[in-house]
Structure formats: structure tokens, C-alpha cells
């Protein structure tokens, strides 16, 4: 089968990424002799430069890791929750808002991803964070390459910079703003990590010690200040059309850290599947994959008709579920055992018919009231309403045209990392003043009622999109995987795994099929849009595929011919070899390894 590019084979270690040059940074820790862990936080931190569109140092990152010497794998929760402040009584009846808008100051979140990698980096790796944050640093002051999509993600918002967000026009639009191809450098960016790291410094030589002082200086000391300070002195205009303060403050950043947190898990014909908690849509693919376990995907053609319609109908009813029953587990009791019970499973697979459905149908759980949002498709008309409003993801409802990053890294004593960072994107919220970045929106995912199980409530975890996998064999760890995508992460999730464990296919093989995703369900963006039914196949699908599906009542429609899909994996088999793929499509994603 023709891949676009080898499934890198190594013993030392590898890096599956989003970006070329993160991928080259990890493995340069390794080669210098950090782990994974070392290797993972200094990607993390550079796809902050290399990609301000995104992710930035405000947003968010769900982790998931393997620890070789204890044999145990964590996820570490870079998900901040909503402020104190942020409460169903503010949006709707102070502000007189029905959404959370997808923009502006007032959806942000604690930010989780520098606490993330930090506690990641404390606990489990090596290496110093000055040494971590060298790479960064370093393009950040002589500049970094940019690839034409930040470009172009710049001119986009350039008139609401202009008239609306002039920190972000003194920080993106300075010189003309960035240019493809060229260097861009960020002077504020680097100085806040560098002052970072003075306050690290002078807490001794002690690696942990360094670390728990950038952290106290991130979360209570000048970074908060600053979000303090730009917060309740800002008014931006937002998705909604109207201009809003922030109301994260420095004693909501001072209040959290990063919980560590063990994985979900679910076995498919011996594979054991792993991902975040229902704070996360991770789940759903766990949900998705028990379906699909009681069909012979074996017997179908892996980018034939049969395997998609029923990968997207199992999506369907696992993202239903999602819609009904996920939330924040510290804020609401999701049946999780249950949805992944093989009795339930069983219950939700003799749905699945030869005919597409068009309803959102959550299943019933006793003590469970299930409701979902019936009244997402007719929100279609806010799209575009607003510059920069929604979702940074590929192809999504034509909200915007970017994505989010993955790494995942293994060493060569057996530690794995996968690490989805987003947020804080650079088109998302103004940036803040003496920071060089800006905050998340990630409260845009909370509905508007406490009563839901993703219903919004000041401390409480919105239901994010971000989903790191991870998988064992026969108790090994095997392979660390993900992708951006919103959506449809845990879309092309399962159908790159149901292809690599039905039909053999190694990573590369998997993650280059044309692959496909459904836009059935509301989007956990800003506004909240469905498209029930409809079904967006990658160009390069045979036709009949796509005769195939309309024939079956799915709303199918051809994409692009490289237009689907995102991901990247690497993985180890028991003698010693590691294996590592990673996207072509937008000609960024690498892997390397030796």
C-alpha cells in the first residue's frame, strides 16, 4: 500500500507530531539525554511559538503518560475550570446572553497547560525547565519559520485587531504582521518565560524547587497579576456581537493545579483502549469502539461504504451519549460504568441499521435525565456573525481554518507521552498587555442551564474536545496516539484504530487512508451548531462510496482529496522496535525517530 512517507522505524526512541519542528525538538532532548517526559514538555512548549494559532501558553493541555519504572499510567488534567465569577446568573441574566460566546475575555478558563507540562515535567522527567524552555525561548527571540496558515489566520482577524483589539494589533500586525515562509519572531513571549525562569532561579538549585516556583509565579505571581490586571480593566468585543470584561482573576489562578487523574479504559479484542475522563469527549470513543467490537470490521473494506456508514453510526450514538450524560465528574455523576457496560453496549448496537438516522438518540439510564440539545441546527445562521468566532479546527462548519496540536514521544526506556495542547489562540481573546500571548476560550463549551451534567458553574471543568490517547497490549504499553480536529478527534480516532487492529494496517498506512467525519451532533464551539445526518468523505474516496451512503440516507458529501485527518502515533512492540507516523496532509505533521 502507498504511503506519502515511511512508518519510521527506531530502537532509541521517537516523535510523532503536528509540527516538524516540534518533532525535531523532542527528539533532540532525547538524543541529549532527557526522557519522554523532558522531550514532550519542550515540544509543548515550542509548538507555542512555532503555532500561536493553535495553542498558546494560556490554553489548555490534556495529557496521558505512560511511566515505565512504575509500570502505571496517569492523565494529568490541563483543563482549567471556570472562575469563580463565571456563573449561569451572570451570562444570562447580567449579560443577557443564551451562549457563552466562542470569543472575547469573559469565556476564559483558568489556563491548564503551563501547569500541565509543568507538573508533568516535576514528577516524572529530568531536566531543568530553563532547559525545557531553551528551544522556545530561543525561536521566540531569533524567530521561528511560519507556515502561510498563521499568516493567513492574521489577516482574517486583522479588522478586529484594528478597531476592536489593539493589543493584539500591537503584538500580531506590527511590521505589517507575519509573513509565510518567513521568520516572526515574539520579544514578549520570550521575556515572560525569561522572567519565569529568574523567579525559578533564585528559589536554588533544586530541580523541583525551580519548578514549583515558575509555577507559583504563573499562578500567583506576575503572569496572574497581568490576567488580573487586563481582565477587569478590558472590554472586548465578542462573538456575541457586544463588548464584555473578563472575570477570571488572580485568586481563581491562585486556587489550581493540575490534578492527576487515572485513565479511562476499554478493551477491544485485547487491546486496552485508554483516554481522559468525561470531562473530556474522550470517552466517546471508548463508547464508539464497544459498538463496533460486535461487527466483523475484519471482513469489510477498510475505505469501502460498509465500514464507514457503520464507524459513523456507531459515532453517532457514542456522541449522543456524550451530549446526554458527560460532564465534569467532580460536579456531576456520570454513568460511565454503565455506558461502557456490555450490556448497555449491546442495547445501543442494535440501533445500528443498514439505513443512515437522522435523531440524536442518547440512550436511557435509569436516575439519568439524558437531555440533549434539540435546537442546534437552526443556530446556523450566527456562524460568521462574528471575526474569529468559534472553533480552530479543519473544515468545521466554516467557522474558521485551523487546528489544534498533538506529540506523542517514546524513549527508550519504555515512557510514553500523547499531549493535545490548544486554546489561547492567538485569533481567540486580546492579547494581554507585557505577555506576548492570550487567554483561552474554552467556557464557550459549557451550556447555559447548571442542571446538565455540562452545564456551567463557577470551578467546574468544561467538557473539552481535547483527547490524548493511549493503548496496551497484553498489559504492555503500545502506542500513544491523537490528533487536533474539535470534533473530530475522536472520530479519526477509531478509524485510524479500527484499521490498524481489523486490518493490519501500520501507522502510516492508517493515518494516509482517506478517512471521514459527521457533523450529526451540536459542535462544542460557539454556536453550538448541528448538521444531523451529514457525513463529509475525504476526496479521495471511490465514488460509489459516496453513492453508497446517499443510497443509505446519509446527508454524504466529497471534501477535499487530503482534507481529513490529523493524526499522528507512535508505538512499540515487544522486540524493541519503535514506530512512529505522522499526517501529511497540510504538509506539517513528522515523525522521526532512530
Not at 496521558?64 to 441574566?93: M, N, W
Not at 507521552?417 to 489561547?424: E, H, I, K, L, Y
Request: net charge negative; with cysteine.
Amino acid at each position: 500500500m502507498f504511503t506519502t512517507r515511511p512508518e519510521i522505524a527506531a530502537t532509541f526512541g521517537a516523535v510523532g507530531s503536528t509540527h516538524w519542528i516540534a518533532s525535531q525538538v523532542a527528539m533532540a532532548v532525547l538524543e541529549r539525554g532527557g526522557n519522554a517526559f523532558d522531550a514532550a514538555a519542550a515540544a509543548g512548549f515550542t509548538l507555542q511559538v512555532a503555532e500561536p494559532h493553535l495553542n498558546g501558553p494560556l490554553g489548555d493541555c490534556p495529557i496521558i503518560i505512560h511511566d515505565a519504572r512504575a509500570d502505571t499510567q496517569h492523565v494529568i488534567c490541563g483543563q482549567g475550570p471556570a472562575p469563580a465569577g463565571l456563573s449561569v446568573a451572570h451570562v444570562k441574566e447580567g449579560l443577557g446572553l443564551d451562549l457563552i460566546p466562542g470569543t472575547g475575555l469573559l469565556p476564559a478558563m483558568v489556563p491548564g497547560a503551563f501547569d500541565a507540562w509543568a507538573t508533568m515535567l516535576r514528577d516524572w522527567g529530568t531536566w531543568t525547565l530553563a532547559d525545557v524552555l531553551e528551544f522556545a525561548i530561543g525561536y521566540a527571540e531569533r524567530g521561528i519559520h511560519y507556515v502561510p496558515r498563521i499568516a493567513a489566520t492574521v489577516e482574517s482577524v486583522r479588522p478586529l485587531f484594528e478597531q476592536e483589539w489593539p493589543t493584539s494589533a500591537a503584538l500580531w500586525l506590527r511590521d505589517g504582521g507575519p509573513r509565510a515562509g518567513k521568520l516572526w519572531r515574539n520579544p514578549e513571549l520570550a521575556a515572560t518565560y525569561a522572567r519565569v525562569l529568574r523567579e525559578a532561579a533564585a528559589a536554588g538549585p533544586d530541580r523541583v524547587a525551580q519548578i514549583d516556583a515558575a509555577r507559583r509565579a504563573w499562578y500567583e505571581g506576575f503572569v496572574a497579576e497581568a490576567i488580573d490586571r487586563f481582565c477587569r480593566g478590558t472590554e472586548a468585543l465578542d462573538a456575541s456581537g457586544r463588548r464584555h470584561r473578563g472575570v477570571l482573576t488572580g485568586d481563581d489562578m491562585a486556587r489550581w493545579r493540575a490534578p492527576v487523574e487515572a485513565p479511562l479504559a476499554y478493551d477491544y479484542r485485547g487491546t486496552t483502549l485508554l483516554k481522559c475522563g468525561p470531562w473530556s469527549q474522550g470517552p466517546a470513543m471508548l463508547q464508539t469502539m464497544a459498538i463496533l467490537a460486535g461487527f466483523d470490521l475484519a471482513a469489510m473494506d477498510p475505505v469501502g461504504a460498509e465500514f464507514a456508514h457503520h464507524v459513523a453510526e456507531a459515532m453517532k450514538l457514542a456522541f449522543a451519549d456524550r451530549e446526554a450524560f458527560y460532564g465534569d465528574p467532580d460536579f456531576t455523576d456520570v454513568p460511565m460504568e454503565t455506558l461502557l457496560s456490555e450490556a448497555y453496549t449491546a442495547g445501543r448496537r442494535a440501533l445500528l441499521t443498514p439505513d443512515a438516522q437522522m435523531e440524536l438518540r442518547p440512550g436511557s439510564i435509569p436516575g439519568h435525565a439524558g437531555w440533549v440539545d434539540h435546537a442546534a441546527e437552526s443556530r446556523a445562521a450566527l456562524l460568521g456573525a462574528a471575526a474569529g468566532a468559534g472553533e480552530p479546527t479543519v473544515s468545521r462548519l466554516g467557522v474558521s481554518g485551523a487546528d489544534t496540536c498533538h506529540v506523542d514521544v517514546i524513549d527508550k526506556w519504555g515512557n510514553m507521552v500523547s499531549a493535545t495542547p490548544s486554546g489561547g489562540w492567538l485569533q481567540s481573546s486580546p492579547a494581554i498587555p507585557g505577555l506576548g500571548f492570550c487567554l483561552g476560550t474554552r467556557g464557550q463549551m459549557f451550556w447555559l442551564d447548571e442542571s446538565l451534567p455540562n452545564g456551567l458553574k463557577p470551578g467546574k471543568r468544561p467538557r473539552t474536545t481535547l483527547s490524548p490517547g493511549m493503548a496496551l497490549r497484553d498489559g504492555r504499553p503500545w502506542m500513544a496516539f491523537g490528533t487536533p480536529g474539535g470534533e473530530q478527534q475522536d472520530q479519526w480516532q477509531p478509524i485510524m484504530l479500527a484499521r490498524m487492529l481489523n486490518h493490519g494496517l501500520n501507522i502510516q498506512q492508517a493515518i494516509d487512508a482517506p478517512a471521514f467525519h459527521t457533523e450529526h451532533w451540536p459542535s462544542s464551539f460557539w454556536p453550538r451548531v448541528a448538521r444531523p445526518g451529514k457525513v463529509v468523505l475525504e476526496g479521495r474516496y471511490a465514488p460509489e462510496v459516496l453513492q453508497d451512503l446517499l443510497a443509505r440516507g446519509h446527508r454524504a458529501e466529497l471534501g477535499g482529496d487530503w482534507s481529513e485527518g490529523r493524526l499522528s502515533a507512535v508505538r512499540q512492540e515487544p522486540d524493541g522496535q519503535i514506530f512512529a507516523g505522522a499526517n501529511p496532509r497540510g504538509m506539517q505533521g513528522y515523525a522521526v525517530g532512530r
